[in-house]
């Protein structure tokens, strides 16, 4: 595996694959990898013979208040991980790099950025799409892999694809769960035992919304409340949203079908906590 740490050294090595008639995917990330990273990056092998991996801890998608300097990193371990699932390059560029002085250029997705995770972290979306527009403009990937563990990222990201005719399929990779069904996360390192025990109760809140869903129940107002009682039924929580929404277009819908995705955002003590599901089978095999 080549560690590529400069732009122009990306471009370069990019131009001379597709001489070669190798085909790319892309799967951008922040580091820490764990089984969530590593199957994406196993995914993108599936599609392609060239996989690169971007590690980038991207400033611009973080707000004053959260701390990018205590983003957890670990680059070597990163390293071997990657390696050891048989990626091409690990992309690591310097902020500088990415954003170099003069830097004033935004790519900004409107509507659905101001739903959900949108309405805490108002200019994290604008961070997502700017950075991953550079890096698809730098990899020119045929394909780019995502989690839908951050599905709300996903379905901005396509929208930014579609509108700006960006030449990249996107793939979405299912959520990816620890034995006990709590989703795979890089901030569950932040939780005490006592919070990742307490941290279940997403994962109970979904099941008991697909349980409730199976019996009968379309109405999205009495399934969130089932789910505000199992999270709280946990212990103290800070709910940020329970939100029964159309997965394409992210707006809020009063019947369950299977274009709907249950998505839950809970502070468990510090650590913001996502998850979500399709409720009726066909939507998804997360739950
Ligand atoms: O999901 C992430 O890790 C980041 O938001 C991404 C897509 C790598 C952009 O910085």
């Known amino acids: 595996m080549e560690i590529i740490k400069t732009v122009a050294e990306m471009s370069r090595w990019v131009q001379e ?12 990330t922040m580091g820490f990898f764990h089984e969530g990273h590593l199957s994406l990056m196993r995914r993108a092998g599936e599609l ?37 699932e048989g990626v091409a390059v690990l992309f690591c560029p310097e902020v500088d790099d990415i954003y170099p002085p003069g830097f004033q250029t935004t790519v900004a997705v409107s509507e659905l ?33 995502f989690g839908e563990k951050d599905f709300q990222q996903l379905a901005v990201i396509r ?15 299912a959520i990816v769960r620890e034995k006990d069904g709590l989703a795979i996360s890089s901030r569950n390192a932040y939780l005490s035992k006592a919070e990742r025990r307490q941290a279940l109760c997403l994962w ?20 969130a409340k089932r789910v505000r009682d199992v999270l709280l ?40 906590l996502i998850d979500n599901a399709c409720l009726l089978h066909g939507g998804d095999k997360n739950v």
Not at 21 to 27: E, I, P, Y
């Open 17 to 28: 694959q597709r001489t070669k008639g190798h085909t790319l995917a892309l799967v951008p």
């Open 48 to 84: 392609v013979d060239r996989v690169i991996v971007s590690l980038f801890v991207n400033p611009s998608q973080f707000a004053a208040h959260e701390d990018l300097d205590a983003y957890p990193r670990a680059f070597a371990r990163d390293a071997a991980l990657a390696e050891a």
């Open 233 to 272: 039924a946990h212990g103290p929580c800070q709910i940020d949203y329970i939100e029964l929404v159309n997965r394409d277009t992210l707006e809020r819908s009063s019947t369950i079908d299977h274009r709907v995705l249950l998505a839950l955002a809970v502070r468990i003590g510090t650590t913001r």
């Open 113 to 145: 950025t101001s739903k959900l995770c949108g309405k805490s972290r108002p200019h994290h979306f604008a961070g997502v799409t700017t950075v991953v527009a550079k890096l698809f403009n730098i990899v020119a990937p045929q394909y780019a892999v």
């Open 204 to 223: 109970h809140a979904l099941q008991e919304a697909k349980a409730l869903v199976q019996a009968g129940e379309r109405h999205s107002g009495r399934v």
């Open 159 to 173: 929208r930014m694809v579609r509108d700006l005719n960006m030449q990249v399929s996107l793939v979405g990779h």
